[in-house]
């Protein structure tokens, strides 16, 4: 299939289902907030390394987490209650980014949170759309993941541990509030077998476009989830 040439002056995508084999639907655009927001409302995101121009993705199979359903050892949920870490809410975004941006990871050369990248989810952010789910311990930053929201569903864009099982309690947090406040959909985007081991599943992009289409009539909360705007009492 064709890789289409985005037009910079107008924040419009072709139909997702056009991507090719690999996911990949577009090249340029830009990544200011309307491009954003309308990218992922149509079931598409960006990804691309530094040197690279903005690539848009519409990945088939689709990766996604249920709100509760994800999978967590009784010992795990032990510990997590303890006491040993404390989960704040856009707290501390650009900490979250930035620590996204610099964790090492297996097989990845580099990272792909460029610094466009970042001045975009960090103006996201300013505007109420973007969220850090932050793990702290001893009061220090050592985990956490941010992602953008849209109605009922939660798009996941990376996530970072300094310590043992950090990402994890910021993960498992995240998907029980979505679970408190009705959402459908947590979005990983492409299968990865640490989140498959979690109970992360795949979705045909038909099915997921097809959730997103209702997804458009729910309301989107937007501001600081920290500040009550959301629902955080649960029993994990």
């Given amino acids: 299939m064709t890789v289409f040439a985005l037009n910079a002056h107008k924040a419009f995508f072709p139909p997702p289902n056009m991507a090719d084999e690999s996911g990949l639907l577009a090249i340029g655009g830009k990544l200011e907030a309307h491009w954003l927001l309308e990218a992922y409302s149509s079931g598409i995101f960006p990804w691309f390394n530094e040197e690279d121009p903005i690539m848009w993705w519409s990945p088939d199979p689709r990766s996604v987490i249920v709100p509760g359903n994800l999978k967590i050892r009784k010992s795990m949920r032990t510990y997590f209650n303890s006491g040993k870490f404390e989960l704040k809410i856009d707290f501390d975004f650009k900490g979250v980014i930035n620590n996204c941006q610099k964790i090492s990871r297996k097989g990845q050369n580099g990272t792909w ?124």
Wanted: overall charge positive; proline content about 1%; aromatic content about 10%.
């Fill in 113 to 236: 949170i460029t610094s466009d990248m970042k001045k975009a989810y960090n103006n996201l952010h300013k505007l109420g759309y973007a969220h850090s789910f932050e793990t702290w311990k001893d009061d220090q930053l050592v985990g956490g993941l941010y992602g953008v929201s849209l109605g009922k569903i939660f798009f996941g864009e990376s996530m970072f541990s300094l310590v043992s099982n950090a990402s994890k309690f910021s993960l498992l947090n995240l998907s029980m509030i979505l679970k408190e406040n009705g959402f459908k959909l947590l979005d990983c985007q492409i299968p990865n077998s640490h989140l498959d081991n979690m109970g992360c599943k795949e979705m045909s992009r038909d099915d997921y476009l097809e959730i997103l289409s209702q997804n458009k009539s729910e309301k989107t909360i937007i501001g600081n989830w920290g500040k009550g705007l959301i629902k955080t009492k649960f029993n994990i």
